[in-house]
């Protein structure tokens, strides 16, 4: 196994990257869009009075949920590392009139985007339910000539973070939440727990007995501070972003 091999295989439990989870939010956003634009066709026998403007108003509401969609593209641009200008070109603005428009978005997006919650399984097991609303919505609505993308198409492109990609996350979520909680908080244990359990799992997968020892010697030290805020292995649950 190349070490290459080994940074590219998550532990399980892994979060989904900030990538994943921006395009979740869009495809979830376009699905609602869509089925919106769908239901309002007129079929049928058309009504003998006027419609009073309720075409209009659901016209006008489709537009906003255009909008929504259009801001949740802004925030995929933007994790795949596109700068304002090439947004604001795509949409024959300035730079500076993008900026106006999406960075708060994007701002408060990256702040709140990651997180540790107590209850993370069962935020996972709602993520798996939307995956897979998803895949059977887009299988549903699947037109001849579509790509070939398999009964999950949604789910498939979905992946969860390398083990660095994760440690360093996790080190700056524990940052943050001795900060907001306290350095005795759930929040913290749970983060510490998780960071044990990824240097366990790396110490299994190592090639060398001495990055086996290095990564036992993390995990037996976060287990240790662990111990000291009366933290248990029962919060080592798969951190949910």
Known sequence: MTEEDLWSAPVAGAPFTSRSLAHLALAGLARETADWARAIVPVGPRPDQAYGGVLVGDAAALVERAQQVLAAA???????????SEIAAALGLTADEALSRWELAHHEWSQTRPGCPVDAA?????????LAELDAWVVRHREPGDPAAGAAPVSAVMTRQHPLLELLHLQGLERRYTDDYGPASAERAAVLARQASV????????????????????????????GQLGGTDNAAEPIDR
């Open 74 to 84: 802004v925030l995929v641009e933007r994790d795949d590392g596109a700068d304002w």
């Open 122 to 130: 069962a935020g996972e097991q709602a993520r798996a339910g939307e």
């Open 199 to 226: 240097h366990e799992d790396l110490a299994e997968r190592a090639e060398t007995a001495d990055v086996a020892d290095e990564h036992r010697s993390c995990a037996a030290a976060l287990r240790r501070t662990l």
